[in-house]
């Protein structure tokens, strides 16, 4: 039987595959949405059974309403205003359904890169080293998710930037809202996330923008997808291992 850590595995290599053949494919513009929305909320499955499985049905589901709340205003002001991520723009084809004048893939992707990052910080107990290390999950999968969006025309900024024609401006963004996500789930989410289901999204994500990294040979991006991706999954076989650890029944030696 596969165990479904190895379903994973071959499930990223597929995505990276079709990220790669996203650039030398022209598919008609529909066609292109529709899959790319259906793969998304695919991935967000999981995610969100992640936090329903956690917190409970009915404190998970407000937690998710919460976090794609969140997610909507922050993008319809980001829009508007250029702030915090710097003037950018979203090209016709990711358009076509929108909430609240934000596309549908804003909540279906931002909002499991911030719980796919929190989980990651549950590897430690300190709320400092949490923040850390999730602000640095998350700002390391925008390093490779941007400048394959880019790529592929999905968005484009006003600004050029240092990464790939990625601005400054947009990192510092993630970082301003990757906080306010870290403190509503912070004080929201009470109990550990299952590692797999809730960074399933985030690594998904990840794979398809590293194939499109390499299809379009940004070097420094598909390696930090890679690296990204192997950091994840070796988190996860340590966080299986310590289970299997607990799991094990203790034996006492009887006294003679």
């Not at 997610?71 to 090209?91: M, N």
């Not at 931002?110 to 590897?123: D, E, N």
């Not at 590293?210 to 966080?239: C, H, K």
Request: hydrophobic residues 50%; contains cysteine.
């Amino acid at each position: 039987m596969i165990k479904p850590y190895t379903w994973t595995l071959l499930l990223l290599v597929f995505i990276t595959f079709c990220g790669y053949q996203a650039i030398h494919y022209t598919v008609p513009e529909l066609v292109s949405t529709w899959s790319g929305l259906v793969l998304l909320f695919g991935l967000a499955v999981p995610c969100a059974w992640s936090v329903m499985h956690s917190e409970g049905v009915q404190r998970g589901g407000l937690i998710l309403l919460l976090l794609v709340t969140f997610a909507v205003i922050i993008e319809a002001i980001a829009l508007t205003t250029g702030y915090p991520y710097g003037a950018f723009a979203y090209e016709q084809s990711a358009t076509h359904i929108l909430i609240a004048g934000v596309p549908i893939l804003v909540p279906l992707s931002w909002v499991p890169l911030l719980l796919g990052s929190f989980s990651v910080s549950q590897h430690v107990k300190t709320i400092g080293y949490q923040y850390l290390l999730m602000i640095t999950t998350l700002l390391t999968a925008d390093l490779v998710i941007d400048p394959g969006a880019v790529a592929l025309g999905q968005w484009g900024y006003v600004a050029d930037g240092w990464w790939y024609h990625i601005p400054i401006s947009n990192f510092l963004g993630w970082m301003v809202t990757g906080t306010i996500g870290f403190i509503i789930m912070k004080v929201t989410i009470r109990h550990k996330l299952p590692i797999l289901q809730a960074q399933i999204s985030m690594l998904g994500q990840v794979a398809f923008f590293t194939g499109v990294a390499i299809a379009s040979t940004l070097t420094g991006a598909w390696f930090v997808g890679m690296l990204f991706m192997t950091t994840l999954f070796i988190l996860q076989s340590y966080d299986r291992s310590r289970k299997k650890i607990h799991a094990q029944p203790r034996t006492t030696t009887a006294a003679t």
